[in-house]
């Protein structure tokens, strides 16, 4: 079974901090993706990588960077945190070009 | 229109019944199509992958019209673990990107 890792179930950060949040999957997946699921909006993907050290932006990538040294391991960045970031954060993992993702149990985020 | 549409619902059904769920997409070229199931506060997860020539498991059909641009999801016997939502994905048509509705949640009742 593919396993798609979250470092964070819970998370509660202060306004104006730096934030990492990560993710590891075990799969040898190409793709990697971050979303942010809020209620009535659906996911809305940040960020996603198709390789290692490669990025492309999402639907909504104001406020947030990543980072893929690895593989197995992709990063988000909150660089300042702000409150309008509390959300649920979701990372997922594919294997290439039409196959299904998988997702890590996500991670709430709560910015005071 | 949006690239991934879902009737938000909610469908409240007894157990036992069938229930259907349509998707549409807006995007003529997309080629891969899956549906996935998220309940209260958990991920998403794969439930089943949507063929050209329709596909079944066990309890649950999914169909593909590309005519008409959208996808469907059959559930007969409903149980009430099938309470969740259902969300549907279409890749950007020549892309990897998924592109996710925003689901429809069921509600079975006893």
């Known amino acids: 079974d593919v396993k798609v890792t979250q470092s964070s179930r819970y998370l509660v950060k202060r306004t104006g901090e730096k934030v990492f949040l990560e993710c590891v999957q075990d799969?040898?997946?190409?793709?990697m993706f971050w979303y942010r699921q809020d209620p009535g909006l659906g996911l809305r993907l940040i960020y996603f990588?198709?390789?290692?050290?490669?990025?492309e932006k999402g639907d909504i990538p104001e406020g947030y960077s990543v980072s893929r040294e690895k593989k197995e391991r992709f990063s988000l960045i909150l660089e300042s945190a702000s409150t309008n970031q509390t959300s649920m954060y979701l990372c997922?993992?594919?294997?290439?070009?039409?196959?299904?993702?998988?997702f890590g149990d996500g991670t709430r985020l709560s910015i005071l | 229109r949006k690239e991934v549409e879902q009737d938000p619902g909610p469908f409240n059904v007894p157990e036992g019944a069938t229930v259907a769920f349509n998707c549409t997409y807006s995007?003529?070229?997309?080629?891969?199509f899956f549906w996935y199931r998220q309940d209260c506060r958990k991920e998403p997860k794969l439930l089943m992958s949507?063929?050209?020539s329709g596909n079944e498991d066990g309890r649950f059909t999914a169909q593909l019209n590309r005519a008409s641009q959208y996808i469907s999801l059959l559930i007969r016997d409903s149980k009430l673990s099938d309470s969740a939502t259902y969300l549907c994905?279409?890749?950007?048509?020549?892309?990897?990107?998924?592109?996710f509705g925003r689901g429809t949640s069921l509600i079975v009742h006893p």
């Open positions: 997922a993992s594919s294997f290439g070009g039409n196959q299904p993702q998988h």
């Open positions: 799969m040898d997946h190409e793709n």
């Open positions: 990588s198709y390789d290692v050290k490669m990025k």
């Open positions: 995007n003529s070229a997309s080629q891969s």
């Open positions: 949507v063929y050209s």
């Open positions: 994905v279409v890749n950007r048509g020549g892309s990897y990107i998924p592109t």
